[in-house]
């Protein structure tokens, strides 16, 4: 009965299995191809720096226009990337494509920018990737102080001398580095004395209520106040409201990323806005 049993429960679940690995199998074919069609696009969204409420920089945000599918966001597509090793020559083309964007707008005579560029624990751990990103600086032309490299906690879990190597190379370039989403991974504060990072990004699930939930802006509050006397520069993502803008304010917080400012958007449109340049937070 029981070998009855599974037998049928084996026949229930198999359509549906069947359908989740062929779609699976579906985007993986189309990610593989996506990159020689030139199917994905590079959206920035203005980091602005409340010294003066200027636009400091922006990050990199890469996006899939597949021709059928429409616009497809990176958390859809980017663990699949990871999964199948893809990540690397897109995160390679997409770390291009904001270098020379960057140095564009510079020629075009546009105050200097700092692009962030998110970098997969995948691709940084690459023998070549050093390489790689001083070649691209030099191809693009890009100075290196306008470039800054955004990894997770994750990046940091393993292996700490490589990566304290790689840091150390990196820095010797002369790009800086931020830690994304701090605060949501393996989060080690003895990691971030050790690699000298430049800006320790404060995940958006603290900001989101931050206004409303007291241990959150515990959270927020102790991880601005360790950045500043680390010397290191805090940024908060995912800022919606100017409530929120205005905690981050009172709490001194270095720079600021989040819709209460921008949505991320084309090229063209991040142009039109640095072209204005305005102080953004005192509209
Ligand atoms: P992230 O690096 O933490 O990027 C911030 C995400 O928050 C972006 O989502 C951005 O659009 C979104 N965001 C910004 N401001 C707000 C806000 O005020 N409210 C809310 N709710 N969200 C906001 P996006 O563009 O969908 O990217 C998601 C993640 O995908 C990124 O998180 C990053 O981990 C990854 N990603 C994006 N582009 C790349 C890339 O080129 N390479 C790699 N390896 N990962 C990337
Ligand atoms: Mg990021
Ligand atoms: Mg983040
Ligand atoms: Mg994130």
Redesign the pocket.
Known sequence: RSKEKGGNSYHYYYPDMNKRSLHRLNLEIHLRKALERNEFRVFY?PIVDLNNGKIFGM????RWHHPEWGII???EF?PLAEETGL?VPI?NW?LKQACRQNKEWQSLGHAPLCVS????AI?FHQPSFVHYVEQTLLETGLEPRLLCL?ITENVAMTNVSYIMDTMNKLRTLGVSISI??FGTGYSSFSYLKRFRVHTLKID?SFIRDVTSDEENAAIVTALIAMSRKLKIKSLA????TREQLDFLISQGCNEI????FSK?MPAPDFELMIRENKQLYLM
């Not at 990050?59 to 890469?62: A, P």
């Open positions: 969204q990050e990199s945000l890469v966001s990176p958390g980017i990540i995160g997409v560029v998110n970098i997969s691709q955004e994304d989403d958006q993502e995912g800022v919606e990323q989040g819709y209460v991320p």
